[in-house]
């Protein structure tokens, strides 16, 4: 018996996979919601070659959502990697009841998702930046 308090279904599961395993180059995202009448999560939206700033500008003012960021960071010694970060992206103005199934779903959300570094974004599109995302995977 399962005590999760928000299901993602077979098809989130699936995308999130194929974003995992997608070799691309660049930034890309995929953005996921919960369902409040449901309690599932969806996909909301899957973003491709557009920058950090641009993918922020896409996500809603006033909704959480779950984003995993496929994100090219450049190493001082040259390299470039493309790791994985989830982004959860919680502004200030959401919904206190999405914003609290939001909160209890996050630990499940970030297991099932395989992502380790995790940004909180609680000031819209100014906390997504470049800079956040970099300073994030390169801290220790």
Same mark, same amino acid.
């Given at each position: 018996?399962?005590?999760?308090?928000?299901?993602?279904?077979?098809?989130? &599961?699936?995308?999130?996979?194929?974003?995992?395993?997608?070799?691309?180059?660049?930034?890309?995202?995929? /953005?996921? +919601?919960?369902?409040?009448?449901? &309690?599932?999560?969806? *996909?909301?939206?899957?973003?491709?070659? #557009?920058?950090?700033?641009?993918?922020? %500008? %896409?996500?809603?003012?006033?909704?959480?959502? =779950? @984003? @995993?960021? $496929?994100?090219? #960071?450049?190493? +001082?010694? !040259?390299?470039?990697? =493309?790791?994985?970060?989830?982004?959860?992206?919680?502004? $200030?103005?959401?919904?206190?009841?999405?914003?609290?199934?939001?909160? /209890?779903?996050?630990? =499940?959300?970030?297991?099932?998702?395989?992502?380790? +570094?995790?940004?909180?974004?609680?000031? !819209?599109?100014?906390?997504?930046?470049? +800079?956040? *995302?970099?300073?994030? #995977? #390169?801290?220790?």
């Amino acid at each position: 018996m399962s005590t999760r308090t928000v299901d993602i279904p077979g098809n989130v &599961l699936d995308a999130l996979k194929k974003f995992r395993f997608n070799n691309r180059k660049g930034n890309a995202a995929i /953005s996921v +919601k919960i369902i409040k009448n449901s &309690l599932t999560m969806a *996909v909301d939206e899957e973003l491709t070659d #557009l920058s950090v700033e641009e993918i922020a %500008e %896409e996500l809603p003012e006033n909704a959480p959502r =779950y @984003v @995993v960021l $496929s994100h090219e #960071l450049k190493h +001082k010694d !040259g390299r470039i990697s =493309y790791p994985l970060i989830m982004i959860n992206w919680a502004p $200030s103005g959401s919904p206190t009841e999405l914003m609290t199934l939001h909160a /209890s779903s996050l630990s =499940y959300f970030q297991e099932i998702a395989q992502v380790a +570094k995790v940004l909180e974004v609680r000031d !819209g599109a100014e906390g997504l930046t470049t +800079k956040a *995302v970099d300073d994030r #995977l #390169l801290a220790n």
